[in-house]
């Protein structure tokens, strides 16, 4: 293990992912289950995504999905990646972290982005069009504000339990948000690492106008990307198949479907934009044997400097979903690390104390 892997940390986001010949709601108690994988194998924290009106994700309440997941773990950092602010109240979001910071002190993270809804037809359900998005940095301090007890907008009015707790917040970009990051003194969350030289240039941008601030005092990046590992490279590359068809079929038919077996989609008849597109959905991404990925990941980790890798890897087979998980816990080794913002996680290896059940990058 490479001293560069070795000090960076990682986690994990998964989209609550729906599958063809399962019900939706099992995708759901899929994402509990993945998360007690995570925990017992070490990972720093587990984050959920939002999505509404999509057939293909089930994760359409992300507060309350992360509920279930904190309730169902006890050590790892659970947050979300993220709720999309445009499509809520500050209020409303500083209140629903305010109740998860309460039952679970120490270990909520608060992911924000700035997406708003996939098609206009939901974008009308949910009251908010692509303008909202224009006002995420004002959007943004509103909702710090209403933590930090400085807001002025509303006289008298406060948020409860919210107001005084310490909530970690953290910008979700896929470039442009960077600045919005920076300029108000956050860690960064950026990805996919597919797009490497647009990455590399707004993480430099966010480093180089970085502003301290009471929740942090230095810049902060966490890349978010896909990372399959598996015994061969040919079975890493298969873990990647119903994602990148999925995207491809979106784009072709403006619908986002549950993921399909990969051995089916290989037998399918393509048109040439559903080729290209398909195959661009399988490049880029971090994938193979463990000395593969391993060598990959210095890379990456030594390009961007970051200080934690998010895995938000998704694809049909959920057992190889976990595997795949193992075999990086195996390369990356995440012991105990503890920082500022809440306890270590588990050892690899170690299995967290049962717990009562329940049950990206967007931006």
Known sequence: MSSVIASTRFSVLDRSRTREGHETAGALRDTVDLAREAEALGFHRFWISEHHGVPGVAGSAPTVLAAAVAAATSTIRVGTGGVMLPNHRPLVVAEQFGVLASLFPGRIDMGLGRSVGFTDGVRRALGHGKEDAEDFPGRLAELLGWIDGTQQAHPGVHAHPAEG????????????GASVAASAGLPLVIGDLRGRDKVLRAIEAYRRGFRPSARAERPEVIVAGTVAVAGTEEAARRLLVPEAWAMAYSRTHGDFPPLAPAERIETLTMTAKERSL?????????????????????????ETGADEVLVTTSTYDREALVESLRRLARIARPQGRSDERGPSPHPVGRTAAPHPAATGVDA
Do not use: F, M, S, W
């Open 165 to 176: 707790l310490r909530i970690p917040a953290y910008v979700l970009a896929i470039g442009e």
């Open 278 to 302: 398909y195959e661009q959905g399988l490049a880029g991404h971090i994938h193979g044997t463990e000395d593969q990925v391993a060598a990959r990941l210095e890379r990456t980790i030594g």
